[in-house]
């Protein structure tokens, strides 16, 4: 949140300093470590004060103003939300409002749920929508409202439009949560601010709500089951939403006029990538829509197949690899999501690939003709291995070859690492991915990140958190030896990972579990994953609460810069044939995976003396 006021003290302050977007953009700038775009000052200076002056016209003076609300465990915003004292029933009353200054928005395509204003180049979300998404969101992630979701209200007001002018949004269904006025009709929003709020403070609703616990997020695996056989269970806000959207409106244009188009989604880590593909799995597969969903990661497709076709064989059925669609018939499916998408290879050939189907054909393209709406979701800076080639243009120029439309959706939001874009940003710096270069830690009350002198102190740290009831696990740069063959003599599994006195196994390699220890691809989720030591194979797409991350001595810090040693990696797939480029990106990719995991928190060691130098004077010790 960046200010709370009264509306009256708002409307005073705004009246006689008229410097509310100077202030809100100096909080902004402590906060988040950057200035705010043009355009969310202007709505600063604009919109906040027509907000708040219906508010004071409408005698609700003593109503609070929480401005540029986060909600809890993502960088998303609330413009406003107004916290006071409902007047039939004399509890807390909350309306959460989102502002714009549009003075028309049209249908896109005929899909309201998607508006196109002239300003932007992409479509956007209907507001009623977005606003009715930031409600059902916030129900499910704040304690305070628990017992009270009816105490909840979604409004959008469109204070410079008309009502001919956005006349074609209003086809989307309004609620208790997702409503929406215009300035022409801005004597019945003052009569609806009415009906939500008393003339009463609301000091004590704003303490209630900015003290209200935040409730742990609904974890991918812990929900795929039910997502994807029964019910939908995610809140999808804003972007997520529009490309949700964005597929549904391609497969209906499908199924209409016999039409193909590709869907690109790219976002980074946490950004709900994997969260919009069970969506879309779970409503078409209700629909009866022929789809499939497909991914280039061992790991991320048996754990949904045990995860989510757990005694339902369908279901598993739905979740295959990249390269099952080799001998596919064209437009045999009407949608085939492709998560992970970055991990897509040059082609699907293998040592195993039967010589006639050897053709070489790039698997992109395969990917595309399997189906009507082939469906990409990645993020380009997880690519890890020699090989993998999956970004947006790669795959636009695929679509291009073959003469199909290709619509990007970006997700600019993220749900990992406690919704802390501030975090996400250090993380890319520190390791020299965008420019800018290590800086301070500074924390911002969204996610914890420590250090730590030793892999003892790692363990033991994560081993308190365990049992105060959070998930931990701890992962490694891919710096030692694996042992794969574990024979029937052996009681315990190898301790590859050792670090001085220190020693532990890495995660299992293959598919069965051993010796109590889970397979590779439910490392992440299987309660036992934390006794051993897991690799970025087995960490990427997915998640848990406390992350432990090893930096092993392939990436260490010499004076005023990053070392890659390529000759520290043990990874089998890096060979002398992959350039020193491509391996300095891709080990410093791995890390920045490694490094986005925790959704509370992640604490760091490095087994490099100078690199734990370097750290302990950017991150607090542990």
């Known amino acids: 949140m960046l200010f709370r006021e009264s509306a009256a003290s708002l409307a005073n302050r705004t009246h006689l300093e008229g410097r509310l977007a100077e202030l809100l953009t100096e909080n902004f700038l402590h906060k988040h470590g950057h200035r705010p775009q043009p355009s969310e000052q202007r709505s600063w200076e604009r919109s906040i004060p027509a907000l708040t002056n219906a508010l004071v016209e409408a005698g609700l003076g003593e109503v609070e103003m929480l401005l540029e609300y986060g909600l809890p465990l993502t960088s998303k915003r609330a413009d406003v939300i107004l916290a006071g004292v409902h007047p039939a029933t004399g509890g807390p009353s909350y309306v959460v409002v989102e502002l714009k200054q549009w003075s028309s928005a049209h249908p896109e395509d005929g899909d309201p749920l998607r508006c196109r204003i002239d300003a932007y180049p992409a479509p956007v979300l209907n507001p009623i929508e977005q606003v009715r998404g930031y409600c059902d969101y916030l129900v499910s992630f704040n304690g305070a409202l628990e017992q009270a979701p009816e105490s909840v209200a979604g409004v959008a007001y469109l204070h410079n439009a008309t009502e001919f002018g956005v006349a074609g949004l209003r086809a989307v269904p309004e609620d208790d949560r997702g409503r929406m006025y215009t300035g022409e009709q801005r004597g019945a929003f003052l009569k609806y601010l009415r009906s939500k709020l008393a003339p009463k403070p609301g000091a004590d609703a704003a303490d209630a709500l900015l003290q209200g616990k935040v409730r742990p997020s609904k974890q991918l695996m812990a929900v795929a089951a039910e997502e994807v056989r029964s019910r939908e269970q995610f809140v999808l806000l804003d972007e997520q939403r529009l490309a949700y959207e964005t597929v549904m409106s391609a497969v209906r244009e499908a199924r209409r006029s016999n039409h193909k188009q590709v869907v690109v989604v790219a976002g980074g880590p946490g950004s709900g990538k994997s969260v919009i593909a069970l969506s879309l799995l779970g409503e078409l597969y209700r629909r009866g829509v022929p789809a499939l969903h497909a991914t280039g990661s061992q790991s991320f497709t048996k754990t949904m197949r045990k995860v989510a076709g757990a005694r339902k ?84 120029e695929a679509a291009t070859a073959q003469g199909l439309e290709c619509t990007v959706v970006e997700l600019d939001s993220q749900f990992r690492c406690g919704g802390s874009d501030a975090y996400l940003r250090w993380v890319t710096t520190l390791l020299g991915i965008e420019d800018g270069g290590p800086t301070m830690w500074e924390p911002d009350g969204k996610v914890r990140l420590l250090t730590v002198e030793s892999p003892k102190e790692l363990e033991d740290f994560l081993t308190a958190r365990r049992a105060e009831g ?114 300095h990106r891709l080990i410093r990719n791995t890390y920045k995976v490694l490094l986005t995991r925790g959704m509370i928190g992640t604490i760091v060691y490095s087994t490099d003396p100078e690199t734990r130098e370097k750290l302990r004077s950017l991150i607090p010790s542990a």
């Open 313 to 396: 064989p369908e279901v598993q059925r739905l979740f295959r690899y990249f390269n099952s669609f080799m001998e596919a018939e064209p437009n045999d499916l009407d949608v085939l999501v492709c998560d992970e998408a970055h991990r897509l290879r040059k082609t699907s050939a293998n040592r195993y690939t039967k010589a006639e189907l050897r053709t070489g054909r790039p698997q992109v393209a395969e990917l595309i003709d399997a189906a009507r709406v082939p469906v990409f979701l990645l993020d380009q800076h997880q690519v890890v291995r020699p090989g993998e080639m999956g970004t947006v243009e790669q795959i636009r």
């Open 470 to 583: 959070y998930g931990a696990r701890m992962s490694a740069g891919y710096c030692w030896k694996w042992t794969t063959k574990i024979t029937p003599s052996m009681t315990a599994l190898p301790a590859d990972v050792t670090i001085g006195d220190w020693a532990k196994p890495w995660n299992v390699y293959g598919d069965r579990s051993l010796l109590g220890a889970p397979p590779a691809p439910l490392w992440a989720t299987d309660p036992a994953g934390f006794d051993q030591v897991g690799c970025v194979y087995t960490a990427q797409g997915f998640e848990y609460d406390w992350s432990g991350v090893i930096m092993g001595p392939d990436l260490v810090w010499r004076t005023d810069r990053w070392v890659v040693d390529r000759t520290a990696s043990k990874d089998p797939s890096f060979t002398k044939a992959t350039p020193d480029k491509d391996i």
